[in-house]
């Protein structure tokens, strides 16, 4: 069953970066920069998720207490998509996605998928045939995380709540 309205924990890249990352000779420029996004966690679909998921995640996220950290990307890498990634190990990043899934689960908040994907920008889902290869680094420090319903084939992202994530002196 293909999924209509899944619901993931993002981090979207600050506009600066976003205008970075719009300006890649590679990236879709008929994608709007409001979408370009990390996925941090895979939730489920909530057009098939009774109703009262999405409130029981948004309430085990309002009790979240997680910390920024960096994320960047210096390869550009196309397989069916067109992304931004890295072979650096990102372990500030999936040290969060731990922690995340750690407290969603304790909370017993459902997240029928609950899987956390190796972090990367997809820049063209159509993918353009182009040999994988290095670029300028790109990234930020993640601040805050969001919880977004994908209106899948509309190109449209519905947010459901933004956590800001505790600053600790330099994280970069």
């Known amino acids: 069953m293909r999924a209509r309205n899944p619901l993931y924990i993002m981090a979207k890249p600050p506009p600066d970066v976003q205008a970075r990352i719009v300006a890649l000779p590679r990236n879709d420029p008929k994608r709007g920069s409001d979408l370009l996004h990390v996925t941090l966690m895979k939730l489920f ?3 098939h ?3 009262e998921w ?3 995640v948004i309430a085990a996220l309002d009790g979240f ?3 920024a950290f960096p994320l960047h990307f210096d390869r550009i890498e196309n397989h069916k998509a067109v992304t931004l990634r890295t072979r650096d190990p990102l372990p500030e990043a999936r040290a969060f996605q731990a922690a995340l899934v750690r407290h969603l689960l304790e909370r017993k908040a459902p997240m029928m998928l609950g899987t956390t994907p190796e972090p990367h920008v997809t820049i063209n889902y159509h993918g353009d045939r182009l040999r994988g290869g290095k670029t300028d680094r790109i ?4 601040t805050e995380i ?3 319903e994908s209106v899948v084939g509309k190109a ?3 947010e459901h709540g933004r956590w800001p994530l ?3 002196g330099d994280v970069e």
């Open 45 to 47: 679909d909530l057009h």
């Open 49 to 51: 998720a009774p109703a």
């Open 54 to 56: 999405l409130p029981q």
């Open 65 to 67: 207490d997680g910390a």
């Open 139 to 142: 990234g930020w420090t993640v």
């Open 146 to 148: 969001l919880l977004v």
């Open 156 to 158: 449209t992202h519905v």
């Open 166 to 168: 505790r600053v600790e």
